[in-house]
């Protein structure tokens, strides 16, 4: 293979002027002819056939015989498949064909959505047709194997919050109202988002990739063929789990969040934990800690139920699970942002 | 036992079998035999009512096609990689189907599913996962999970593929073992005549190119088929035509 390089350019060469009648390529010289060499040769002769040239192999030694067989052997198989060459897709072709995907899409996503509504009032008929002993497991796994991260960056974000209005607020004189800004911006807004964010990318993301990879493996048909419902008996479990978990991470995530605004109202705008506090109670109203719960269970169930989603669409073995995976997690972040943006105006509207 | 009448199944505007009509009779073995590509997968995904078909009609025992989900299983199913699902133990695995569908107590429950494994030879690997077991394994663990309920009618998918011939031999002989001595029919896909021919009573020929049946019977009048495409099937050799 060292020489098929400088091999191809010279048979290149020789031939590059050749239009009709015959050639023989000889092969007395050589003395071995790997596979390369002989791939190279098949794909010579079929340029030159295109061509209207006839060509042969000749001068081919004993050694070098055999090998030189068993190429030509698949010279036919070379010549259709240069014949049959996949044609380009047109613009409107592509259109089409995305036109459609996008339409099987919506219809599995509205299917699944049937199938999981419809399951979920099953499981008050039927309970045993749902595998609800595994909502202890995904609550662990979802909640307290997620608390660590939740509790630092929501006390990050309370930290950032302080840090970012303690300018504007020196200015004014106004240092104390750092815990009304802190206070209501975590409960309503921040807190709920970023766990959202963190349940999408490990609990969304695991979800995708367990029940991808079951579809891969026909763990879902097995499902099916014991006569069970794979959303019932799968996917309502982990709707479940993270609607409870949500909230509770978020609650936490809150205590957390104001205490880092605490910790720089204290060393940087010399406001004391009793003032801080204090004023705390006065502007954060109860309404801003449930508006905020509501929203984290919400956006508990849409995660989950795109995770799971996800992982039911999965096609392609390996590959199609950590394509999937990937667009569970990024399909969330933008749900959870348009949900979060409906339920504000909602709320705002409503008056809470 | 299983009535199929001049099926289409596929995927729309892609049949791959097409006006497909056989029957499979009570307590025999029975075998889809045909090209990688000619549609047997296909067919036995249809057959078990995982898809709909795009024409024709199945009949299982007289009934009309298998409805799977929200009914208690009629048959069992093991599929080609077992399919056994992966966070819970063998023995769990088996004993899903009996604590879904019966109102026995917890013990009588892993009491039989003890003997499914038994049946199979896996009673000492119950609480193993199924990561820890081999491909023999897995489909005999399978076959018991598809077993749990006692089903009269057993669907196989390529149950030697990926196994050696002494592991191969060895489902072939339990699939016996379930047939004459169960009473049960078993139909089986697959493409390893080696494997399968010993034992099955009768079996129907796909062709890809064909999209059809192009043969039903016994194993022996397969075998003296004049039909090109199923000689060449049975002798493992490369049509006539140069097409393989």
Known sequence: MGDAVPFWRAVLDAAKDQRGGKLDIDLSGAKVVDGAIMSLLVELRAELARRGVSSKLVGASHEVEPIVQLYEKTEDKAADGSAKSTPRVGLVERVGRGTGAVADAARRLVVFTGELAFSVFGVFRKPRR?????????????????????????????????????????????????????????????????????????????FAAELGTMTVQEELDALRTIGLSPQRWLVVPRVAALVLVAPVLTLLGDVMAVSGGGAVAALSLSIGPRAYLSELRGSVLPSDVWTGLVKSAVFGAAIAFIGCQQGFATTGGASGVGRRTTAAVVTSLFTIVFIDTGMTVFFRVFGK | ?????????????????????????????????????????????????????????????????????????????????????????????????????????????????????????????????????????????????????EPSLLFLDEPSSGLDPVTSAELDALMVTLCRSLGVTVVVVTHDLGSILGIVDRAIVLDRAEKRIVATGSPAELQKSQDRRVHAFFSRTVEPSGKS
């Open chain 1, 130 to 206: 749902t595998d609800l002993g595994r909502i202890p497991l995904l609550v662990a796994q979802a909640g307290t194997d997620g608390l660590p991260i939740v509790l630092l960056l929501n006390f990050l974000v309370g930290v950032v919050m302080a840090y970012q209005s303690s300018n504007a607020l020196r200015l004014y004189g106004a240092n104390v109202y750092v815990s009304d800004l802190v206070g209501i911006s975590v409960t309503r807004e921040l807190c709920p988002l970023m766990t959202a964010i963190i349940m999408s990318g490990r609990s969304g993301a695991a």
């Open chain 2, 1 to 149: 036992m299983i009535t199929v009448k001049d099926l289409t199944v596929g995927w729309s505007g892609n049949p791959v079998l097409e006006h497909a009509s056989f029957e499979v009779e009570g307590g025999e073995i029975f075998a889809i035999l045909g090209r990688s590509g000619s549609g047997k997968s296909t067919l036995f995904r249809f057959l078990v009512g995982l898809e709909e078909p795009l024409a024709g009609s199945i009949e299982l025992r007289g009934v009309g096609a298998p409805r799977l989900v929200g009914g208690k299983p009629t048959f069992g199913v093991m599929f080609q990689g077992g399919a056994l699902f992966g966070d819970m133990t063998v023995g769990e695995n088996v004993a899903l189907p009996l604590e879904i569908w019966t109102q026995l107590p917890r013990q009588a429950v892993l009491a039989i599913a003890r003997g499914k494994l038994r049946l199979v030879g896996l009673e000492a690997a119950k609480d193993k996962l199924p990561s820890d077991l081999s491909g023999g394994m897995l489909k005999r663990a399978a076959i018991a999970r598809a077993m749990a309920l």
